[in-house]
């Protein structure tokens, strides 16, 4: 760890805890003079692993106590499911950084460093204005179903307008209210995107979170599963699958889902274990049955999305 402290001291001070989620804690942070001759004013945030965080406010408060450690243990509260080991986590955030620089304009956070040592890492971005959607959820000004929504469709035409001239295929893979940063008047932006499955086959596990993604979805079908799970959501004020604990079709092997399901398959899983009409029976049968198609459709992008988009919102 002394490399990723002695990094940290030489270029930033950290100042006060942004957030923190199931692997990382987000400080402000401020370049030091030395370091702000070299890359510019501004303050950052920068994201290290818990652990390495813990280990660092330790070592500040032994010394001066430099920021408010209560921050840290503010959790937004999330339910992760995935097979990443804590000699895993350097790996995962050198992939989570490399795949927040590759993402083209401005849905995700610029990245700037990143550094690792021993099972320690920190990277460090851009600071996003505005607040996550959890904590304006909880502690906002309320918003109406409607604008939610809006924010919503926002986020799916970004992340439609990314993927429609081919290439390669852009999404976050782990959409939920913690990993959506808001600012009314702005756009809507992403933190925190789940890494590739089976990463250059190495143990590097994929982390989602299973209460926005019950049948533990890969890439942009996740995004359209989990867009879905929290338009449910907002419509019932809570979690439709907070009680589960699993994915429903996860076969974890050493690395990632093996086990595919048949469209079959999806719909009787659906039907049983994620219906629609036990969960929303109130729902007008038109908008219930696109909901449900977002949410089992092997071949549903982002796009269906976009086009059936008013239509359930002229029956919500
Ligand atoms: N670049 C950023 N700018 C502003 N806030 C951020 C930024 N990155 C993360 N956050 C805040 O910090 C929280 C935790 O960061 P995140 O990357 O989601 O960590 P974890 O992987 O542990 O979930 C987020 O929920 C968000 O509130
Ligand atoms: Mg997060």
Redesign the pocket.
């Known amino acids: 760890m002394l490399l990723v402290y002695d990094e940290l001291c030489a270029r930033y001070t950290l100042e006060r805890v942004?957030?923190?989620?199931?692997?990382?804690?987000?400080f402000h942070a401020v370049p030091t003079s030395s370091h702000r001759a070299g890359s510019g004013e501004h303050p950052i945030?920068l994201?290290m692993d818990?652990a390495g965080a813990a280990q660092y406010v330790g070592k500040q408060e032994a010394g001066e106590t430099r920021f408010d450690t209560k921050g840290l243990y503010f959790k937004?509260g999330?339910y992760?499911y995935g097979s990443i080991k804590g000699g895993d986590i350097p790996d995962v955030m050198w992939h989570?950084y490399r795949r927040i620089g590759g993402f083209p304009g401005k849905l995700f956070?610029e990245v700037y460093e990143f550094a690792s040592a021993g099972p320690h890492a920190w990277y460090t971005?851009?600071?996003?204005?505005?607040?996550?959607m959890?904590?304006a959820l909880v502690d906002g000004p309320r918003r109406h179903f409607r604008q939610w929504a809006a924010v919503l469709h926002e986020l799916v035409e970004q992340l439609w307008q990314l993927n429609r001239n081919s290439g390669p295929w852009y999404w976050h893979g782990d959409i939920k209210p913690?990993?959506i940063?808001i600012l009314d008047g702005a756009p809507v932006r992403l933190?925190?995107p789940a890494i590739e499955p089976n990463c250059d086959g190495a143990h590097v596990g994929m982390t989602f979170t299973v209460q926005y993604n019950p049948l533990g979805e890969e890439r942009g079908r996740a995004d359209v599963v989990a867009i879905t799970v929290l338009l449910i959501e907002l419509l019932l004020g809570e979690n439709p699958y907070r009680d589960l604990k699993f994915p429903l079709r996860a076969c974890y092997c050493s690395s990632w889902i093996t086990a595919k399901m048949t469209e079959q398959q999806r719909l009787e899983a659906l039907r049983e274990r994620l219906s629609l009409p036990r969960i929303i029976p109130a729902l007008p049968k038109r908008s219930r049955s696109i909901l449900e198609r977002w949410l089992c459709g092997s071949s549903i992008g982002y796009h269906d999305m976009l086009r059936d988009w008013d239509a359930v919102m002229r029956a919500v």
Request: net charge negative.
């Open positions: 942004i957030g923190a989620g199931g692997e990382g804690v987000v945030a994201k818990s937004t999330g992760t989570q956070p971005m851009e600071e996003l204005p505005g607040t996550d959890r904590r913690e990993n940063i933190v925190d």
